[in-house]
């Protein structure tokens, strides 16, 4: 049975940085890809980030560029999301996600392709 563990959510005034660990237990993360996605109250969940399955290549969603890292760590199974220069838009809950996929040259941060979701950890970003 698959479980994912997220923590690293919280509190965090504007202009301050947050790091999202996502642990999942029960496979491999060797042929996964995974993402971390966001769903602020009344609004569409939306990408943030992928990373391929091999960490070799990632995405970012445009207003996050420059701002956040996705990174991985396969013995460890965990993905990690770090958030600097955090914004009051960025308030909203953040979930990780896995695909078992071949394609090793890219990843896509759309919601409806990933099939195995964590519960959630909410970042607040505010003053």
């Known amino acids: 049975q698959l479980q994912f563990v997220e923590s690293g959510g919280g509190l965090v005034q504007p202009g301050g940085s947050l790091r999202l660990s996502c642990t999942i237990s029960?496979?491999?993360?060797?042929?996964?890809?995974i993402g971390w996605f966001r769903q602020a109250p009344g609004k569409e969940r939306e990408g943030v980030s992928c990373v391929t399955v091999s960490g070799g290549r990632t995405n970012y969603a445009n207003s996050v560029k420059g701002r956040f890292t996705i990174s991985r760590d396969n013995a460890k199974n965990t993905v990690y999301l770090q958030m600097n220069n955090l914004k009051p838009e960025d308030t909203a809950i953040y979930y990780c996600a896995a695909v078992r996929t071949a394609v090793q040259a890219l990843c896509a941060i759309v919601p409806r392709n990933y099939n195995y979701w964590g519960q959630g950890t909410q970042v607040t970003v505010s003053a």
């Open positions: 029960g496979f491999t993360l060797d042929y996964y890809a």
